[in-house]
């Protein structure tokens, strides 16, 4: 997986490629555990995910956790494979899906 | 008026009219016979009284004769007198005898040539003393020897009357009595010595009979002993005539009857002819002086003329009351018969359906007039059968429209319901009892792979029955298009049918849903018998199932979902008591043993063969006893697929994280032929990465085997893994609650939660000392 990291201001912007699972996951962890100080918006790009699984489900519940405190949390393009899985797992109703 | 022949009326005229002629004939025969009874008696006692006086006068006269003859005879013979000794002797003895019987005209004495007295001439010897009017004078006589009176009494040798004649002396009629003198020898014999003549005038006789009175024109006649008439009132006749030649003239048999009732009777009456030949009754009365008869005779025309006047007035009487019996018969049975020929008249206008016909009126309380009511009562209920039968055959009529609307309702062969496929075979037969019945047998395709079969029977008969029939098969197929599951079907077509039964019927119903990959079936029974499998080695057996209550009885029914597997080749035979209970004459019922036996000896007939098959020997079963039920079957027989033959791959990896990309890499590589979708696939490469993060993690594993078997034909794909882990069934963890907030979730479990949600079916079970995850995928 391939993350591209985008910061302007305090908004940091990660576009995902390729597929977000127990393997990768720790990859994306990585880049947010304890760098989203000053951070009030996040954005994760989705476009080029090809699928999540709980492992990717659990840092983004992990962000939107530490999100809720200090500003917000948006997941843009996200396919409808992806969707899917938001929906079944009540992820829909958490995260903010643009 | 036409006479009919052949008809009541004049049959029965003509009976009673034959039945008075017989008692009229034999009244007047009776009464003829009376009658003739009574004149005979009548004349027997006029006859006899007429001729009693008579007859003892001439008794008296001639019995006077023959007594002076036999004295003078003897007196002869003792005195052997000759000469003027006889002479004297006869002059004297004749005068004497005149004296008290003047009608003795002569008396002779003729001796046989030798035995005359001394003194006598030689040769004949006879002195003749006769009346004359100048005085009794004594004459000679000869050639007597050869005469008829004289040898006649010396060949008797007694005294005899002779045949009267014509006197020559004297011209009148005259009867001679003649009897033999004896003589007394020297030795003492007594010899024949010659004939005393005794010559008696029977004038009077004439004069006799001509003076008795005889009533109605009858009169009196003298026979002599030959039967000639010697005194008749008519002169013409007497001397004449020979009645015996009369007689015969007439008829020979009457003067035979005649003479036979004379010898045999001293007196009596008789039916023959007078002289003149005509009919005649004769009473007769033999003379014991004299061989001579004396008759009365009274022409026929006379005494029968009282029996016929009496037998006319009876003939008159008897047709006058055969004219007026004729007259009653003939009215009576005319009005008998006219009213019974108007209402055959109006009875055949009635056979020939015209029930609006007239029936005429009879008016009194007979017979008659009870038929012509009971007419009119036929009429009337023959007109309301004959309406009624009318709409019966409306009825009828709607019965077979309705039978055709039910039968074109129920699917034919498996093209009309676009269920052909290479991995089965069905056929349905049904054989209603009536012409709509309450049995039903449905079979559809639920999706590409499964086959719902149905057979059922509504409670009841004809078009309730069938209604209900109607009713439950469109329920079930409406049912099965948003529904799946067998259970779920049956409890929804309950439902259904429960809640608007009014009329508390019911339906029973076998459904199964049959795999057509695996021939796996699901099945529930609402209170139907069970069906029966044919297995490709011809062994049937019963499916054991447990069957729910039927169906439209209670709302709230629950049906059990059960299952059984059909091996390809194995037949499904579904069916109705119609089958089972086929009855022959015997009342013995064809029952679930005779199913069986018939299904294992269809041999391996395809479904279509089978059905006639079974059919065929429930024929034979009943041998033509009637059909009360509907015979439905329904079979189907798994086929199977070599396409749907599962290929299976395999891989072995150490429970380290890092291996879980050459498990993916695996895995789609074994999928990638088959050509599935893009989603499919990431769903499965999630439930991969989902499931062996878990076995590493947690169950202490070295290992992990993943088999990928994959169906081409419905591209599905199974993957197991299997574990040597601690013992976990990851199915039975608690399912996250996933309406919670960020803040308030938990991350645990939702691994697998979303591997349940997106795989088609996910299943765990522990073999050994293993663990076997099993999810299956459509791809």
């Given at each position: 997986?391939?993350?591209?990291?985008t910061?302007?201001d305090?908004?940091?912007?990660l576009?995902?490629?390729?597929?977000l699972?127990?393997?990768?996951?720790?990859?994306?962890?990585?880049?947010?555990?304890?760098?989203?100080?000053?951070?009030?918006s996040?954005?994760?790009?989705?476009?080029?995910?090809?699928?999540?699984?709980?492992?990717?489900?659990?840092?983004?519940l992990?962000?939107?956790?530490?999100?809720?405190?200090?500003?917000?949390?948006?997941?843009?393009?996200?396919?409808?494979?992806?969707?899917?899985?938001?929906?079944?797992?009540?992820?829909?109703?958490?995260l903010?899906?643009? | 008026?036409?006479?009919?022949?052949?008809?009541?009326a004049f049959?029965?005229?003509?009976?009673?009219?034959l039945?008075?002629?017989?008692?009229?004939?034999?009244?007047?025969?009776?009464?003829s016979?009376?009658?003739?009874?009574?004149?005979?008696?009548?004349?027997?006692?006029?006859?006899?009284?007429?001729?009693?006086?008579?007859?003892?006068?001439?008794?008296?006269?001639?019995?006077?004769?023959?007594?002076?003859?036999?004295?003078?005879?003897?007196?002869?013979?003792?005195?052997?007198?000759?000469?003027?000794?006889?002479?004297?002797?006869?002059?004297?003895s004749?005068?004497?005898?005149?004296a008290?019987v003047?009608?003795?005209?002569?008396?002779?004495v003729?001796?046989?040539?030798?035995m005359?007295p001394?003194?006598?001439?030689e040769?004949?010897?006879?002195r003749?003393?006769?009346?004359?009017?100048?005085?009794?004078?004594?004459?000679?006589?000869?050639n007597?020897?050869?005469?008829?009176?004289?040898t006649?009494?010396?060949?008797?040798?007694?005294?005899?009357w002779?045949?009267p004649?014509?006197g020559?002396?004297?011209?009148?009629?005259?009867?001679?009595?003649?009897?033999?003198?004896?003589?007394?020898?020297?030795?003492?014999?007594?010899?024949?010595?010659?004939?005393?003549?005794?010559?008696?005038?029977?004038?009077?006789?004439?004069?006799?009979?001509?003076?008795?009175?005889?009533?109605?024109?009858?009169?009196?006649?003298?026979?002599?002993?030959?039967?000639?008439?010697?005194?008749?009132?008519?002169?013409?006749i007497?001397?004449?005539?020979?009645?015996?030649?009369?007689?015969?003239?007439?008829?020979?048999?009457?003067?035979?009857e005649?003479?036979?009732?004379?010898?045999?009777?001293?007196?009596?009456?008789?039916l023959?002819?007078?002289?003149?030949?005509?009919?005649?009754?004769?009473?007769?009365?033999?003379?014991?002086?004299?061989?001579?008869?004396?008759?009365?005779?009274?022409?026929?025309?006379?005494?029968?003329?009282?029996?016929?006047s009496?037998?006319?007035?009876?003939?008159?009487?008897?047709?006058?009351?055969?004219?007026?019996?004729?007259?009653?018969?003939?009215?009576?049975?005319?009005?008998v018969?006219?009213?019974?020929?108007?209402?055959?008249?109006a009875?055949?206008?009635?056979?020939h359906?015209?029930?609006?016909?007239?029936?005429?009126?009879?008016?009194?309380?007979?017979?008659?007039?009870?038929?012509?009511?009971?007419?009119?009562?036929?009429?009337?209920?023959?007109?309301?059968?004959?309406?009624?039968?009318?709409?019966?055959?409306?009825?009828?009529?709607?019965?077979?429209?309705?039978?055709?609307?039910?039968?074109?309702i129920l699917?034919?062969?498996?093209?009309?319901?676009?269920?052909?496929?290479s991995?089965h075979?069905?056929?349905?037969?049904?054989?209603p009892?009536?012409?709509?019945?309450?049995?039903?047998?449905?079979?559809?395709?639920?999706?590409?792979?499964?086959?719902?079969?149905?057979?059922?029977?509504?409670?009841?008969?004809?078009?309730?029955?069938?209604?209900l029939?109607?009713?439950?098969r469109?329920?079930?197929?409406?049912?099965?298009?948003?529904?799946?599951?067998?259970?779920?079907?049956?409890?929804?077509?309950?439902?259904?049918?429960?809640?608007?039964n009014?009329?508390?019927?019911?339906?029973?119903?076998?459904?199964?849903?049959?795999?057509?990959?695996?021939?796996?079936v699901?099945?529930?029974?609402?209170?139907?018998?069970?069906?029966?499998?044919?297995?490709?080695?011809?062994?049937?057996?019963?499916?054991?199932?447990?069957?729910?209550?039927?169906?439209?009885?209670?709302?709230?029914?629950?049906?059990k979902?059960q299952?059984?597997?059909?091996?390809?080749?194995?037949m499904?035979?579904?069916?109705?008591?119609?089958?089972?209970?086929?009855?022959?004459?015997?009342?013995?019922?064809?029952?679930?043993?005779?199913?069986?036996?018939?299904?294992?000896?269809?041999?391996?007939?395809?479904?279509v063969g089978?059905?006639?098959?079974?059919?065929?020997?429930?024929?034979?079963?009943v041998?033509?006893?009637?059909?009360?039920?509907?015979?439905?079957?329904?079979?189907v027989?798994?086929?199977g697929?070599?396409?749907?033959?599962?290929?299976k791959h395999?891989?072995?990896?150490?429970?380290?994280?890092?291996?879980?990309?050459?498990?993916?890499?695996?895995?789609?590589?074994?999928l990638?032929?088959?050509?599935?979708?893009?989603?499919?696939?990431?769903?499965?490469?999630?439930?991969?990465?989902?499931?062996?993060?878990n076995?590493v993690?947690?169950?202490?594993?070295?290992?992990?085997?993943?088999t990928?078997?994959?169906?081409?034909?419905?591209?599905?794909?199974?993957?197991s893994?299997?574990?040597?882990?601690?013992?976990?069934?990851?199915?039975?963890?608690?399912?996250?609650?996933?309406?919670?907030?960020?803040?308030?979730?938990s991350?645990?479990?939702?691994?697998?939660?979303?591997v349940?949600?997106?795989?088609?079916?996910?299943?765990?079970?522990?073999?050994?000392?293993?663990?076997?995850?099993?999810?299956?995928?459509?791809?």
């Open positions: 997986m391939q993350i591209v990291k910061q302007q305090a908004t940091l912007t576009a995902l490629e390729g597929r699972d127990t393997l990768t996951s720790s990859q994306l962890d990585a880049e947010i555990q304890g760098k989203l100080d000053g951070i009030t996040l954005v994760f790009d989705f476009a080029k995910l090809a699928y999540i699984s709980s492992a990717g489900l659990r840092i983004l992990a962000a939107q956790k530490v999100m809720n405190k200090q500003g917000s949390m948006v997941i843009k393009n996200a396919g409808p494979e992806i969707r899917e899985i938001f929906d079944v797992t009540g992820f829909s109703d958490i903010t899906l643009e | 008026m036409k006479i009919n022949f052949h008809g009541l049959k029965q005229s003509a009976m009673i009219l039945g008075i002629s017989v008692v009229f004939a034999a009244l007047f025969g009776f009464g016979s009376q009658i003739q009874e009574r004149m005979s008696r009548l004349l027997l006692q006029k006859g006899e009284e007429i001729s009693r006086a008579n007859v003892a006068v001439i008794n008296n006269l001639f019995g006077s004769c023959r007594n002076f003859g036999e004295e003078l005879a003897v007196k002869i013979g003792d005195q052997q007198l000759a000469g003027t000794e006889l002479d004297d002797f006869l002059l004297r004749l005068s004497g005898v005149r008290t003047p009608q003795v005209l002569a008396v002779v003729a001796y046989e040539p030798g005359a001394k003194g006598a001439p040769g004949e010897y006879m003749l003393a006769h009346y004359t009017e100048n005085g009794n004078v004594i004459t000679d006589g000869g007597y020897q050869e005469t008829t009176w004289y006649s009494t010396r060949d008797s040798m007694k005294g005899i002779q045949e004649f014509i020559q002396f004297i011209k009148e009629p005259i009867v001679i009595y003649t009897t033999p003198i004896f003589s007394t020898s020297a030795s003492g014999q007594k010899q024949f010595a010659g004939v005393l003549c005794v010559d008696i005038s029977i004038a009077f006789l004439k004069d006799m009979v001509a003076s008795i009175p005889v009533s109605n024109n009858g009169y009196a006649v003298v026979l002599s002993a030959s039967n000639m008439v010697i005194a008749h009132p008519k002169d013409e007497t001397f004449k005539e020979n009645f015996g030649s009369i007689s015969k003239s007439a008829s020979r048999k009457r003067f035979d005649f003479e036979k009732a004379v010898s045999s009777m001293k007196s009596g009456l008789f023959g002819s007078s002289f003149e030949g005509d009919e005649a009754a004769i009473y007769f009365t033999a003379m014991e002086t004299i061989d001579w008869t004396f008759m009365i005779v009274w022409p026929a025309d006379s005494f029968l003329e009282e029996q016929r009496v037998n006319h007035v009876f003939a008159w009487i008897s047709a006058g009351g055969y004219l007026i019996m004729l007259v009653i018969i003939l009215v009576i049975t005319f009005r018969s006219r009213p019974l020929k108007t209402l055959a008249a009875a055949e206008k009635l056979g359906g015209d029930f609006d016909t007239e029936i005429p009126e009879v008016k009194g309380k007979d017979e008659i007039s009870q038929l012509a009511d009971a007419f009119v009562d036929m009429r009337s209920s023959l007109k309301e059968f004959v309406d009624k039968q009318k709409g019966l055959d409306r009825i009828e009529r709607e019965l077979e429209f309705a039978h055709s609307i039910q039968m074109g699917p034919k062969d498996e093209s009309e319901e676009n269920c052909c496929d991995r075979s069905l056929a349905p037969l049904m054989q009892a009536k012409e709509v019945g309450g049995d039903f047998y449905d079979f559809f395709k639920i999706d590409e792979n499964h086959l719902a079969v149905v057979v059922g029977d509504a409670s009841g008969k004809s078009v309730p029955a069938a209604l029939m109607m009713v439950s469109i329920v079930i197929r409406t049912v099965a298009m948003h529904l799946q599951s067998v259970t779920e079907i049956l409890e929804e077509t309950n439902y259904e049918l429960a809640r608007r009014k009329s508390v019927m019911f339906v029973t119903a076998w459904m199964g849903i049959l795999d057509l990959r695996t021939g796996h699901d099945f529930a029974s609402a209170g139907h018998n069970p069906p029966a499998i044919r297995h490709k080695d011809g062994t049937v057996e019963y499916v054991k199932s447990k069957s729910g209550l039927v169906l439209a009885a209670d709302e709230k029914t629950t049906y979902q299952s059984l597997d059909l091996a390809p080749g194995d499904l035979f579904l069916y109705t008591d119609g089958v089972t209970e086929a009855t022959n004459a015997e009342e013995v019922m064809f029952g679930t043993v005779g199913l069986q036996k018939a299904l294992s000896e269809s041999g391996n007939r395809p479904p089978a059905c006639h098959f079974v059919k065929e020997r429930i024929d034979e079963f041998n033509g006893a009637p059909q009360f039920d509907d015979i439905t079957m329904l079979a027989q798994f086929i697929s070599k396409d749907n033959e599962w290929e395999e891989i072995v990896v150490d429970a380290k994280l890092e291996n879980q990309p050459s498990l993916t890499q695996f895995v789609e590589q074994v990638e032929p088959l050509g599935g979708s893009m989603k499919s696939q990431m769903q499965i490469d999630v439930a991969i990465d989902e499931i062996f993060s076995i993690k947690f169950s202490g594993a070295n290992q992990v085997t993943l990928v078997e994959t169906c081409k034909s419905h591209l599905m794909a199974r993957l893994f299997i574990d040597g882990g601690s013992p976990y069934d990851p199915t039975s963890a608690k399912e996250p609650d996933v309406t919670l907030s960020a803040e308030e979730r991350i645990g479990g939702l691994g697998l939660f979303i349940k949600k997106t795989m088609d079916d996910v299943a765990y079970r522990r073999d050994g000392s293993k663990n076997i995850l099993t999810i299956t995928k459509k791809l």
